[in-house]
């Protein structure tokens, strides 16, 4: 089946600074990558769909500014948390979007912010 | 807006026994419906997913699903679970124009050995 990978896999930063966060599809190309964000033992919140070569699409309630999305090519997808805070400790899992509706789902990367 | 609601958040169960997961959605257009599983540790892996057709689908590692259309509900099962089957399970729906993919909460399922 198709992969995703994300990196790095687990980060821990210092609150105010920047973090960014990669997605590939190794060996397909996607068009439409999301992005979610799971909470210890909830579900997958969507936060934003990325779509190449243009601006994210954000869920309501999902701040812009905060969580900046760029698709430059088809095959990677980067979310970047600026100005982290501890309530921003997550983790995060991008998807990408191979056929019309089967995502395949990237291993997720769990951000600490102290 | 649409939902996905999984009544059981955790479940234990013995190797051996059936299983039956449950997931019910709020959309009253065409759907799309999923289930995915996380085992320990790894990423969301695509069990089986419901477009169109027979509404009893088989997925991998002896899953099954049912769709009814009339009860907006979209269940999961296994006749005999393992060990290997403790993982957490979601259930997922999109609507048939759509492409942003509703999770339900998911259900933590032990198996024991």
């Known amino acids: 089946g198709a992969v995703v990978s994300q990196h790095p896999s687990w980060v821990i930063c210092k609150s105010g600074t920047s973090v960014k966060i990669e997605c590939r599809s190794l060996?397909?190309?996607?068009?439409?990558m999301f992005w979610y964000r799971q909470f210890p033992k909830q579900s997958l919140m969507l936060m934003a769909t990325?779509?190449?070569?243009?601006?994210?699409?954000?869920e309501q309630g999902v701040e812009k500014d905060k969580f900046l999305i760029n698709h430059a090519s088809l095959t990677l997808s980067t979310l970047t948390v600026t100005s982290a805070h501890p309530e921003d400790s997550s983790f995060y899992i991008c998807s990408a979007r191979e056929s019309l509706y089967e995502q395949y789902f990237g291993p997720g990367t769990r951000l600490t912010v102290t | 807006a649409q939902s996905v609601s999984q009544h059981n958040h955790h479940v234990i169960l013995s190797e051996a026994a059936s299983l039956e997961l449950g997931c019910n959605y709020s959309?009253?257009?065409?759907?799309?419906l999923f289930w995915y599983v996380q085992y320990p540790g790894q990423h969301l892996q695509l069990l089986l997913k419901?477009?169109?057709?027979?509404?009893l689908v088989k997925g991998i590692k002896g899953f099954e699903a049912e769709f009814i259309k009339s009860k907006f509900s979209f269940n999961l099962r296994k006749p005999s679970v393992q060990w290997s089957d403790t993982a957490e399970y979601f259930c997922a729906v999109v609507k048939a124009a759509g492409n942003k993919l509703t999770f339900g909460g998911g259900t933590r399922v032990l198996v024991k050995p």
């Open positions: 990325s779509n190449e070569g243009s601006k994210a699409t954000y």
């Open positions: 419901y477009f169109s057709g027979d509404p």
């Open positions: 060996d397909f190309q996607a068009t439409t």
């Open positions: 959309y009253g257009g065409t759907v799309n």
